[in-house]
């Protein structure tokens, strides 16, 4: 139907608002993006309403520079959200360590050497971490489903997925909190002689 119908049954503040901010235009191919932008541009120069033709991906980010440095505040979120996750990590890593600290001592007294002992734990976080890890790229691909299947707010949702490469970036560093978070309780446990690991009540 005609925009003059649609304007028509809209009850405007202004009347001076009855006209498309916004216009999409589907090209050929991306090698003449370029051209065609200049050629509209230069067709609308000395009208009334000049354009501004831009490509898709630029207006999005034009869009977004709007509101701050977004990319700038959700790294700092996600490293505020991934060094706490070490801590608690750690945490959790040294209170399972002392309380196996006599195991660690009946496996000298097998024969395992403090390196050894000290791969196996390193080998156990980075596997547990990895687990998680699994676990929510689960829950991402979830949400991202859940997300496409929502309203068409901004058309790059309906696009949303996780990408092999952001995947493995995440198991990469799901098993380096594991091993980071893990190391200096799984050296003091190491070092430990084994006198003193048999001895431990703690």
Known sequence: FHLKYLFDNIRMRSRNNEFAGMFAVKVASPDILTRVSKDIDAMFRNSATP??????RNFMLSFLSM???VKMILMSICAAVTFTIVLVAANTMAMSVRERVKEVGVLKTLGFSNR????IILGEAAIISLLGGML?????????????????IMPQLKTLSMQPQVALLLF???VLIGMVSSFVPA???ARTS?????RYTG
């Open 194 to 198: 084994i006198l003193d690991s048999l």
């Open 67 to 69: 509101l701050g440095d």
């Open 172 to 174: 990469v560093v799901a």
């Open 136 to 152: 929510g790229y689960l829950i991402a691909i979830g949400l991202t489903w859940l997300v496409r299947q929502g309203p068409a």
């Open 116 to 119: 050894a002992i000290l791969g």
């Open 187 to 189: 050296w003091n446990a």
């Open 51 to 56: 354009t501004k033709t831009d490509t898709e």
